[in-house]
């Protein structure tokens, strides 16, 4: 069976630009979550999404958010980039949201 | 903040036993206790977790003392494919509660 992917694999943007991110949850998984991973540091909690609805929110600034599409894909989108937004962005699926969390390979933020 | 303390580095013996310790003294009643690993640059594996019991799965044994205040997490025959930084993490059994990491423990198995 298919893990969670994640895509782009690297990505290299400018301060000021605009990513997204990608995910696809492992087949019958409705609940996505993001955690963003600095070099040195454990991930962090950005966001989790169950049913196309946002459930949990972590200590990050309104220039990151997030959506779920009715297939249980999500997007990650971070605007106005900051060298500091440089990381691995991570992403974890699971059935339900009380469920363990499987996580795919992450993107590679780099931000000049 | 993470509620889990781990040494931060330990060696183990390639083919021996990994022995890796967890502290979690402020553990509550309905929190399960997870372990994942995080092989360089990779995402986080998902290893085995438990409540109260012992547990036992294809990689690992999970070890959880009677007052849950700490665990042993075992890899019983270490391979140098288990270097990785271990993660050990205290997470609600129900609602939406998300992992919260630390720095977890750097296992280095050596040949």
């Known amino acids: 069976d298919a893990g969670v992917t994640q895509s782009p694999t690297h990505l290299i943007k400018t301060r000021g630009q605009h990513v997204t991110l990608r995910c696809s949850p492992i087949?019958?998984?409705?609940?996505v979550s993001w955690y963003q991973q600095v070099l040195g540091q454990g991930p962090q909690f950005i966001f989790q999404?169950?049913?196309?609805?946002?459930?949990g929110r972590g200590n990050f600034p309104d220039r990151f958010s997030a959506r779920q599409f009715p297939n249980y894909s999500s997007e990650l989108n971070v605007n106005a980039l900051l060298l500091g937004d440089s990381a691995l962005y991570l992403c974890?699926?699971?059935?339900?949201?009380?469920?363990?969390?499987?996580f795919g390979p992450g993107t590679r933020l780099t931000v000049l | 903040d993470a509620k889990t303390t781990q040494p931060p580095s330990m060696d183990c013996a390639e083919g021996r036993a990994a022995n890796l310790p967890c502290n979690h003294s402020?553990?509550?009643?309905?929190?399960?206790v997870y372990w994942y690993r995080q092989i360089h640059s990779q995402g986080p594996q998902y290893i085995i977790h438990?409540?109260?019991n012992n547990e036992t799965n294809e990689m690992a044994s999970l070890i959880i003392t009677e007052d849950r205040k700490s665990s042993t997490l075992i890899l019983p025959h270490a391979t140098l494919r288990d270097t990785a930084v271990y993660y050990c993490?205290?997470?609600?059994?129900?609602?939406?509660?998300?992992?919260?990491f630390g720095t977890g423990t750097r296992l280095t198995v050596i040949p």
């Open positions: 438990g409540l109260k």
């Open positions: 974890a699926s699971r059935f339900g949201p009380a469920d363990t969390q499987y």
């Open positions: 087949s019958g998984h409705k609940s």
């Open positions: 993490i205290v997470r609600a059994v129900t609602g939406a509660n998300n992992l919260f």
């Open positions: 999404y169950y049913e196309k609805e946002e459930r």
């Open positions: 402020t553990i509550s009643g309905n929190e399960y």
